[in-house]
């Protein structure tokens, strides 16, 4: 298994498609329910892509899926929503079966484990986000199976704000509560019902930036994986009391949950608990930024978009 790391998850997504040797204009299946970020790969691939649905419990909807496929379909993007693994073992069969390459996005759950290996590891590669569950800079990996050797022309880093990363590493993480607070005095209080909020831009291909990486590995992701499987079973217990529909059944040991998603179908009591949140310093967020295309058509991945909050494991 080699790891690349690039600024962002997409970069390594970037990376990993052009190493398929697949022609231009393949057809990749990925699912509806994705955020934007993820599209600008594929298009600057020249690759093309069809969304396929998802079920209740965010697993792929096979049926669909089968309905999608045609002799210009070479792979298929399988994401690990928040951190959850889907039935891996599933997917590779029905790949092995359909001749398909299997792409795994565990961007929500990096240093995450399914049956004792490491999810991300199973596709013909796979892509994480570290970067998502620490304050640093970037960091987004390329887990890599069978590409041994990987071309690409990327020799820039990212640029670090050393005095930035200083700060928040080594005084405003020491004092969360301090930390919060002074995010609201310095930006803009977020509109996490907006669709188009959190639309993310195309970026520049980088590496990832040295201090990034060395926080990345010098970070404990055995104590980290604990602490947010710990908040995730509290913030379980919260939502139960609280009557709020889960989405996932249980969860295993060894996952390493960006967050607790439940479906909320009542807006105002979604508006209400967002406003708690704020007001407690709690972090609870809408997810994803969808592609403008699904965002428009308002089909079921945007009423599902509408529906989902997510408690963030970071803190309960
Ligand atoms: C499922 C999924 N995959 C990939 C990405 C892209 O990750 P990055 O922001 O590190 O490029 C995201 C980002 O939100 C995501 O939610």
């Known amino acids: 298994m080699i790891n690349e790391f690039f600024s962002h998850a997409r970069t390594a997504l970037k990376v990993g498609l052009a190493n398929l040797n697949i022609p231009k204009k393949s057809k990749l299946l990925l699912p509806s329910f994705v955020c934007n970020a993820l599209i600008y790969p594929i298009v600057q691939n020249e690759l093309c892509y069809e969304y396929y649905e998802i079920n209740e419990d965010l697993s792929p909807d096979y049926k669909d899926i089968h309905a999608k496929i045609d002799n210009n379909t070479k792979a298929i993007i399988l994401i690990h929503y928040?951190?959850?693994?889907?039935?891996?073992?599933?997917?590779?069969?029905?790949?092995?079966?359909?001749?398909?390459?299997?792409?795994?996005?565990?961007?929500?759950?990096?240093?995450?484990?399914?049956?004792?290996?490491?999810?991300?590891?199973?596709?013909?590669?796979?892509?994480?986000s570290p970067r998502k569950f620490l304050n640093v800079n970037c960091g987004g990996v390329l887990h890599l199976n069978h590409l041994k050797l990987i071309n690409h022309n990327i020799n820039e880093k990212y640029k670090t704000n050393k005095l930035r990363s200083f700060l928040i590493q080594n005084i405003l993480n020491k004092f969360p509560?301090?930390?919060?607070?002074?995010?609201?005095?310095?930006?803009?209080?977020?509109?996490?019902?907006?669709?188009?909020?959190?639309?993310?831009?195309?970026?520049?291909?980088?590496l990832i930036d040295?201090?990034?990486?060395?926080?990345?590995?010098?970070?404990?992701?055995?104590?980290?994986?604990?602490?947010?499987?710990?908040?995730?079973?509290?913030?379980?217990?919260?939502?139960?009391?609280?009557?709020?529909?889960?989405?996932?059944?249980n969860i295993e040991e060894g996952v390493n949950p960006w967050c607790y998603p439940v479906y909320i179908n009542s807006l105002s009591e979604k508006k209400q608990l967002l406003e708690w949140a704020y007001k407690n310093n709690k972090y609870l967020f809408t997810w994803p930024s969808l592609p403008l295309d699904i965002i428009n058509s308002e089909n079921s991945s945007f009423k599902r978009w509408q529906k989902i909050l997510c408690f963030s494991t970071l803190k309960f």
């Open 82 to 128: 928040f951190g959850k693994p889907q039935n891996i073992e599933k997917m590779q069969e029905f790949c092995n079966k359909m001749d398909l390459i299997l792409i795994e996005d565990n961007s929500h759950g990096y240093k995450g484990y399914y049956k004792k290996k490491e999810i991300g590891t199973f596709g013909y590669f796979g892509i994480s």
């Open 210 to 249: 040295s201090l990034s990486l060395k926080i990345i590995e010098n970070t404990n992701w055995n104590n980290l994986r604990k602490e947010r499987f710990n908040n995730y079973l509290k913030w379980q217990k919260f939502c139960f009391d609280k009557k709020l529909e889960p989405i996932f059944d």
């Open 177 to 206: 509560k301090f930390k919060s607070e002074l995010k609201k005095i310095i930006s803009k209080k977020p509109n996490f019902l907006d669709p188009l909020e959190f639309h993310e831009n195309e970026i520049q291909d980088k």
